[in-house]
């Protein structure tokens, strides 16, 4: 059962409104910084190892186990950790704005005093406590959760440049398909290393941080 919830919580169908940011790539792509496969390519993979695996990655793992403990103090420190990693103020909204919505509904589908707790205690959690916390109030394990949460965010960043950049279905799917090759010895590092989030990607920091100037834009960052 526990496989099939993940299997809900990761599809695209799922109403968290990732479609609506782009995390800053609608910034490079509208200046041509990013205009190619390879300039693609390049961005995806510091969204892996960095923003994924240096940062949001490790949050997952230790707020799963924070969430499982119910350690409340240490899931309210993480959550604010992981907003601070965030210069960008638009970066900080959406992650809470998707956090709150996936929170909200799966304790609407799945109801767990867990998740009730999470929204008294921290009103708007930043998505990847959001999802560490669905994940462990329904029985996947620590490091399956952030396993798939890698996956929900390239997915996202993939959908986003499908609609961004003149890149087809196949060659993008096949970019995913490249980079998912790769979560899980990112995975393996996040677990070993064990340790709180740490974080270094001015170009991408700077790109969302202007995506608030685009004279127009799809995506709200």
Do not use: N
């Not at 929900?152 to 961004?164: D, F």
């Not at 060659?171 to 010895?185: E, F, G, K, Q």
């Amino acid at each position: 059962m526990s496989e099939l919830k993940l299997l809900h919580l990761c599809d695209s169908l799922f109403p968290v409104g990732a479609f609506a940011y782009s995390d800053g790539l609608e910034s490079v792509t509208s200046t041509g910084a990013i205009s190619s496969a390879d300039d693609l390519r390049a961005w995806i993979d510091v969204v892996l190892d960095e923003t994924i695996g240096r940062a949001e990655g490790p949050v997952v793992w230790l707020a799963w186990r924070a969430v499982h403990d119910r350690d409340w103090d240490a899931v309210a420190r993480l959550d604010e950790e992981v907003a601070a990693l965030k210069p960008s103020a638009s970066a900080r909204h959406s992650s809470r704005a998707m956090g709150l919505r996936l929170v909200a509904t799966w304790q609407t589908l799945h109801p767990d005093p867990r998740l009730a707790h999470l929204v008294t205690r921290i009103k708007s959690p930043a998505l990847p406590i959001a999802f560490a916390a669905a994940c462990a109030c329904s029985g996947v394990d620590q490091r399956r959760t952030v396993e798939a949460f890698a996956y929900t965010r390239l997915a996202a960043t993939i959908s986003a440049a499908m609609r961004l950049m003149p890149i087809g279905q196949t060659d993008a799917h096949a970019l995913l398909a490249r980079t998912l090759a790769r979560v899980p010895s990112v995975a393996d590092a996040i677990a070993a290393r064990d340790a709180d989030a740490e974080s270094f990607t001015p170009a991408m920091d700077i790109a969302a941080m202007s995506q608030q100037y685009l004279h127009s834009r799809l995506f709200r960052s």
